[in-house]
T-cell receptor, first 112, second 116 residues
């Protein structure tokens, strides 16, 4: 089964700084990849998804992610953090089947 | 907009009780899922259903069962609740029969269950 590793359970950035959240997948076959965000006391919301159409994927709220097959990575970035970006972020993957395999999540803290 | 609702945001039950968690989606989606979310463990799939009366085990089905009598409703049942089932439970749904890489899952707000 596809597995996903998110490096860093907690990431802290200053407002206005670059956000980089790391995700690596384990598969010899490139999977379909997703980033979800969970704001406090809410369910998950899709930020963006990679489905092989383009390696650089743009999502909502200024986030983007780049698929790098050679590094088996799908890191999430945002050029300038905003206080409202504080949330938990989940990377997920699937090769086939109905269900997604989620990483353990990264909690993003944005400081003034 | 797709809406996935869960019957309770917070629930407190006692050990040994039978617990029902209800999930309803309003977009005629084929597929529905139940996940459990625990700190440091991310989301783990308990069960999913791709059609009425159909169900498949996920990664951690032990201690749980599900019911899908109507397309829009997917229930998670804890036959005899235990303290290690204290967790956040998230329901999700997705459209299309079969699997599609564009098949986004839409999540409900979650039910935080405490078993005493």
């Amino acid at each position: 089964a596809q597995s996903v590793t998110q490096l860093g359970s907690h990431v802290s950035v200053s407002e206005g700084a670059l956000v980089l959240l790391r995700c690596n997948y384990s598969s010899s076959v490139p999977p379909y990849l997703f980033w979800y965000v969970q704001y406090p006391n809410q369910g998950l919301q899709l930020l963006l998804k990679y489905t092989s159409a383009a390696t650089l994927v743009k999502g909502i709220n200024g986030f983007e992610a780049e698929f790098k097959k050679s590094e088996t990575s799908f890191h999430l970035t945002k050029p300038s953090a905003h206080m409202s970006d504080a949330a938990e972020y989940f990377c997920a993957a699937s090769n086939s089947g109905y269900a997604l395999n989620f990483g353990k999540g990264t909690s993003l803290l944005v400081t003034p | 907009d797709v809406k996935v609702t869960q019957s309770s945001r917070y629930l407190v039950k006692r050990t040994g009780e039978k617990v029902f968690l209800e999930c309803v989606q309003d977009m005629d989606h084929e597929n529905m899922f139940w996940y459990r979310q625990d700190p440091g463990l991310g989301l783990r799939l308990i069960y999913f259903s791709y059609d009425v009366k159909m169900k498949e085990k996920g990664d951690i089905p032990e201690g749980y069962s599900v019911s899908r009598e109507k397309k829009e409703r997917f229930s998670l049942i804890l036959e005899s609740a235990s303290t290690n089932q204290t967790s956040m439970y998230l329901c999700a749904s997705s459209s299309e029969r079969g699997w599609d890489p564009n098949n986004e899952q839409f999540f409900g707000p979650g039910t935080r269950l405490t078993v005493l």
